[in-house]
Nanobody, 122 residues
Framework: EVHLVESGGGLVQPGGSLRLSCAASGFTFSGNDMTWVRQAPGKGLELVSG????????YYADSVKGRFTISRDNAKNTLYLQMNSLQTEDTAVYYC???????????????RGQGTQVTVSS
């Protein structure tokens, strides 16, 4: 059973930084592409970033490109999202999820954790 636990969210001022972590268990983490998705209040899910199983290929939504960095440590079964230059528009619940890349198009599965709240406000 896929088990994903996100952490690292919180309240931060605009321009600040946060690092999210996602601890994975119950499946072969190193064999799976992974994604970060977010859901802002009153909005649908947005796929923010993806990384392939080996960590050598990444994807970023235009809204976060140049500000967020996805990474993974397969030895620790952990996915990360470094978020810099945070903006109020980044306020959302952030989830990690298994995913897949097909022809350069990234998809997030429904296997998500409980999420971690990120609030960007002055």
């Amino acid at each position: 059973e896929v088990h994903l636990v996100e952490s690292g969210g919180g309240l931060v001022q605009p321009g600040g930084s946060l690092r999210l972590s996602c601890a994975a268990s119950g499946f072969t983490f190193s064999g799976n592409d992974m994604t970060w998705v977010r859901q802002a209040p009153g909005k649908g899910l947005e796929l923010v970033s993806g990384i392939n199983s080996g960590g050598g290929s990444t994807y970023y939504a235009d809204s976060v490109k140049g500000r967020f960095t996805i990474s993974r440590d397969n030895a620790k079964n952990t996915l990360y999202l470094q978020m810099n230059s945070l903006q109020t528009e980044d306020t959302a619940v952030y989830y990690c999820a298994t995913g897949v890349s097909n022809g350069g198009i990234w998809y997030a599965s429904s296997n998500r954790g409980q999420g971690t709240q990120v609030t960007v406000s002055s």
